[in-house]
């Protein structure tokens, strides 16, 4: 779990910085590993389909389904993770 927490806060943070200047395409690719990384962790199968095909298209819809769910029964941490990484942002460590 600490490694999805780690993955987790960089989207978070990711999210925060997006929502106050376009990101670089170098933070805009970092970030898109970030989001992929936390909807595969809700991934069930233990391979991942090749990208662009239907299987994968609903390994990625299920991993999402699944991250909401989680952020939905750990609104907490999610609030502090979420709040911690605007912070960041605000201060301009992120930057």
Partial sequence: MGEFIAILTIYYM????????????DELNACSAAYDGVKTYFIEDFELAPRGSLARFEQNRQGYLGFKA?????????TKLRSEAEAEVRLGVAY
């Fill in 70 to 78: 989680w952020e939905a029964d750990n609104s907490e941490l999610v």
């Fill in 14 to 25: 990711c999210d925060s910085v997006a929502g106050t200047r376009p990101l670089a395409g």
